[in-house]
T-cell receptor
Framework: GAVVSQHPSWVICKSGTSVKIECRSL??????MFWYRQFPKQSLMLMAT?????????EQGVEKDKFLINHASLTLSTLTVTSAHPEDSSFYIC?????????FGQGTRLTVV | TQLLEQSPQFLSIQEGENLTVYCNSS?????LQWYRQEPGEGPVLLVT?????EVKKLKRLTFQFGDARKDSSLHITAAQPGDTGLYLC??????????????FGQGTILTVHP
């Protein structure tokens, strides 16, 4: 299957700082990638759709100025959590679709202290 | 808003028992995928079903897509402790959106006791 790599796997940051998470499609090109957020023992909630060469599309209730998404190339999308606060602590997961299937990264555990 | 209702949310059974997880929606999906997720990791795809009425088998796992492509089920036969995990159904392609834009069910936390 296709491979999607996410980095870092986990990060701890101080309140008020910004954190960047990378999502790469390793063996295919992805014009569209997706960012999800998952709280413990809960399902994945779509945050935004990342579009290569254009602005991301955010789901209702997601602050675009707080969660900056950049899709600079066909294999890389980044999610930057700006001015992070403890309530932003969560598991962030990206995915890219190839044909009729979505392939997920390993996820990034963000802890804001 | 497309919603997927997944049930049950928690399932605790003994090794050797059978179980079924259901996923229902009022929306029609172009595809429906089942994932299994381990703690601290991303979801791993188990199967994709795209045709109404389709049945797929993966060893002891049987997946079914409803005729109207609005519902699906996952049946596990003779469950083993190694089946323990979070199972997620996800629908894609609803309303002409990208296959990769998934709507997830609430998830089912399965625990199989030895």
């Amino acid at each position: 299957g296709a491979v999607v790599s996410q980095h870092p796997s986990w990060v701890i940051c101080k309140s008020g700082t910004s954190v960047k998470i990378e999502c790469r499609s390793l063996d295919f090109q992805a014009t569209t990638m997706f960012w999800y957020r998952q709280f413990p023992k809960q399902s994945l909630m779509l945050m935004a759709t990342s579009n290569e060469g254009s602005k991301a599309t955010y789901e209702q209730g997601v602050e675009k100025d707080k969660f900056l998404i950049n899709h600079a190339s066909l294999t890389l999308s980044t999610l930057t959590v700006t001015s992070a606060h403890p309530e932003d602590s969560s598991f962030y997961i990206c995915s890219a679709d190839r044909y009729t299937e979505a392939f997920f990264g390993q996820g990034t555990r963000l802890t804001v202290v | 808003t497309q919603l997927l209702e997944q049930s049950p949310q928690f399932l605790s059974i003994q090794e050797g028992e059978n179980l079924t997880v259901y996923c229902n929606s009022s929306s029609v999906f172009s595809s429906l995928q089942w994932y299994r997720q381990e703690p601290g990791e991303g979801p791993v795809l188990l199967v994709t079903v795209v045709t109404g009425g389709e049945v797929k088998k993966l060893k002891r796992l049987t997946f079914q897509f409803g005729d109207a492509r609005k519902d699906s089920s996952l049946h596990i036969t003779a469950a083993q402790p190694g089946d323990t995990g979070l199972y997620l159904c996800a629908g894609g392609g609803a309303g002409g959106t990208s296959y990769g834009k998934l709507t997830f069910g609430q998830g089912t936390i399965l625990t199989v006791h030895p």
